[in-house]
């Protein structure tokens, strides 16, 4: 069954445009780690949420999300992402991370 890996991030104030970059560079790294999924960037635009900032991520099931993850988590550029991501400079606090698979 599908397995969909959402991250959803709150921009620091003054960084929004920080954060939508952080995300795009990291969807083109994950594709170019494997292109075997989709990856998606969504931001709340109204309420109390506005400016929220997810990146979703759809794999073919679990055994893929596993085999991608370790390959992500060899590679230099992937990693790069991951230091921007959480580093002391981080343009954004994470909110949520979680894993959904789907149900018939």
Same mark, same amino acid.
């Given at each position: 069954?599908?397995?969909?890996? /959402? !991250?959803?991030?709150?921009?620091?104030?003054? !960084? #929004?445009?920080?954060?939508? &970059?952080? /995300?795009?560079?990291?969807?083109?790294?994950?594709?170019? /780690?494997?292109?075997?999924?989709?990856?998606? =960037?969504?931001?709340?635009?109204?309420?109390?949420?506005?400016?929220? /900032? #997810? @990146?979703? =991520?759809?794999?073919?099931?679990?055994?893929?999300?596993?085999? =991608?993850?370790? !390959?992500? &988590?060899?590679?230099?550029?992937? &990693?790069? @992402?991951?230091?921007?991501?959480?580093?002391?400079?981080?343009?954004?606090?994470?909110? #949520?991370?979680?894993?959904?698979?789907? =149900?018939?």
């Amino acid at each position: 069954m599908p397995l969909l890996s /959402v !991250k959803t991030f709150r921009p620091h104030p003054g !960084k #929004s445009d920080d954060t939508l &970059q952080l /995300v795009r560079d990291a969807r083109r790294e994950m594709l170019r /780690v494997d292109p075997n999924r989709t990856v998606r =960037i969504f931001q709340v635009q109204d309420g109390e949420r506005a400016g929220e /900032v #997810s @990146i979703m =991520i759809e794999y073919a099931d679990r055994d893929a999300f596993a085999r =991608i993850r370790a !390959k992500e &988590q060899a590679d230099p550029g992937w &990693q790069a @992402i991951g230091e921007r991501a959480n580093g002391p400079d981080r343009p954004a606090e994470t909110l #949520s991370y979680d894993q959904m698979t789907e =149900i018939e």
